[in-house]
């Protein structure tokens, strides 16, 4: 509640960051900072929050606030998640399709923040100016709470190349494939992030069987384990790696490869189950844009000048 009155009250962008004080519990407090050390660009603010990864975090997955919330202007928010390093298996040996072997250690060294959602028409809109999304209009009145689509990997370098001018204190990017994985997987090692009961994508996803053939509003499944919500279907989620097959040894911080297509993950609204796995991927040129892929933003603290 008190995210929501001080973004409302803001008249200049404004970030407001979540803090976990290891053993503090919950308290909050209005200090400007700059989180990255150096001069801050725009006034921000601190509260202390529970975080994901900690022991002593009761919270449910749903419950969970966002560590990182970005007023865009107009009352538009983003909100993030911040994801700890550590190591996961990437990719699976059980799966039929070839492009997900061999499975491999990954270790992600440096923090960052997910995008909570997938970035909604009404965000890409304060940023842009536009929507090119196709569920807008009279037939979709709740568009703006549904997940921007009709975006190619080009275009979301446009947007995120605006919003790093908007907004200086952090640096917005697509995350890694390896990133990406590593948030969708939330720990888990199965086909899907709950688990192996592909009856139970329903549960977590907008995808072929539910979807009535279009986007939803995001936030409408239940979120994985680190409080990320649509990792599976609504709208495919472009990353930043250039596609390519898995190295066979261990490897840190994979940023892909010089291929000239790009990386896709979580499946769609019209994907079926298979294809909304955590290991499952699809490869595209960078101008391939349609009703189905959309984006989810990395916001990463800027280096100390
Ligand atoms: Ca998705």
Redesign the pocket.
Known sequence: MTSLKLVKKSVVPVILVWFFFAGAGKGQSNVAVNPAGGPAAAPATVVVENAIGKDNDKTTPAERKANLVITLGDGVTMEFVLVQPGSFIMGSDRSRFPDEKPAHRVTITKPFYLGKF?VTQAQWEAVMSNTPGIYKGPLYPDSAKR?VENVSWDYCQVFLARLNEKINIYKFRLPTEAEWEYACRAGSTDEYSFGTNADAVGDY?WYSNNSSGQTHPVGGKKPNAWGLY????????WCSDGYGPYPARDISDPTGTNSNTRVI????WNSVAEH?SSSYRENLTPDDCFRYY?L?CVAVSKPVR
Do not use: F, L
């Open positions: 997938e997940p996803a649509d990792m599976y279907g609504n709208v495919w989620e993950r979580g499946g769609a909304v959309g989810r």
